[in-house]
């Protein structure tokens, strides 16, 4: 199927909007490696770096630092879902399907849909490369960064792919935008229709969406892709 044009399919005219059902502790709990890798490295070069003074119990001052800015990394972790996953919605209508994460819009209709995929639990614009420039990008702090950056990012929640549409809303900051624009030069052109290929992620909005309505929609509309 490659028609972006779809007819209604009965008890499926109206579209649907479907809200983020995940919470912060499912995140936190697939980037714990990263935190412990943070806290670890931070708690390391504190230490090297206390170790010239002459304060008391430097290794103990060193891991109460440590904590403290590992806090504050989780608090600043926890203003950015909710600035983005908190608020993420799915709607899905004869259209197609439209997810909107943050300030981004990923659009994909029924007929560009080329199958189900695994994805991780990263926002549309998201391009993290592990361990780069972290620690004046030593290869030991890196390669470890790795590992925790790999847990948190595995491909493990069910999405639609296919070439379709992202955009980004007028509202967005220009740090944003010049993010978005950068995204957009090196995410990977459809050459038949020659748009950008993108994921719109169903996991997110229900666990079990085979069996509930989000499955329904898709079978309304791509029954093929449960064959």
Known sequence: MTSDLTRPV???????????TLSFAYFMRRIIPLEVMLLLL??????????NTELPAVGWLALGLALVFVAAMVYVKKKQFDATWGTATLELSPDGAAE????????????????????????????????SGF???????GGALAVGVAAARRADQDALVGPGT???SPEASSIL??????????????????????????????????????????RAYRPDLFT
Request: no cysteine; hydrophobic share 40%; aromatic share 8%.
């Open 166 to 168: 992202l955009s980004l």
């Open 177 to 218: 935008k010049a993010q978005f624009d950068q995204n957009m030069k090196q995410r990977q052109m459809d050459p038949e229709t020659s748009r950008p290929f993108v994921a719109v992620l169903l996991t997110h909005y229900d666990r079990d969406w085979r069996t509930g309505r989000i499955g329904a929609w898709v």
């Open 10 to 20: 009965v008890g499926f005219e109206t579209a649907e909007t479907f809200t983020n």
């Open 100 to 131: 909107t994460v943050g300030k981004t819009r990923t659009a994909l209709a029924w007929g560009a849909v080329r199958g189900l995929d695994k994805q991780g639990m990263i926002t549309p614009l998201q391009a993290v490369t592990p361990g």
């Open 42 to 51: 931070t708690w390391l070069i504190l230490a090297l770096l206390l170790g």
């Open 135 to 141: 620690v004046g990008g030593n290869p030991v702090t």
